[in-house]
């Protein structure tokens, strides 16, 4: 499902970066809806009570699309699950590399 005419997909999840907010570091996963890795990444921190900010790759229009892939390409990403926690990286899925960083707050 799309929001509106700027053809941003709606996402499941915590609300978008953009307030001062207290509390664990923000979470933004991007995704695929046929991933499974991805659905073991949300999993993950739906588990320990945060709610991430998921964005579906495959349901985001072509803008949206290209400003991801270049995202990815930018930080060495090859696939999905992209996760960002805070202002770090993980590409793919990595509990440890999570935890160490929700950790670190």
Same mark, same amino acid.
Request: charged residues 25%.
């Given at each position: 499902m799309f929001g509106g005419r700027l053809g %941003?997909?709606? +996402?499941?999840? @915590?609300?978008h970066p953009g307030g001062v907010t207290a509390g664990p570091p923000i979470v933004t996963i991007?995704?695929?809806?046929?991933? @499974?890795w991805c659905a073991k990444a949300k999993g993950f921190f739906r588990e320990r009570g945060i709610n991430p900010f998921v964005i579906e790759y495959d349901m985001a229009g072509p803008e949206l699309q290209a400003k991801i892939?270049?995202?990815?390409?930018?930080? @060495?990403?090859?696939? &999905?699950? &992209? +996760?960002? %926690?805070g202002a770090h990286v993980v590409p793919g899925y990595a509990?440890?590399?999570?935890?160490?960083?929700?950790?670190?707050?």
């Open positions: %941003i997909p709606l +996402v499941s999840g @915590g609300k991007y995704s695929l809806t046929t991933c @499974g892939s270049a995202e990815l390409r930018e930080h @060495g990403a090859r696939g &999905f699950p &992209f +996760v960002k %926690i509990p440890e590399d999570y935890e160490r960083l929700l950790k670190a707050g």
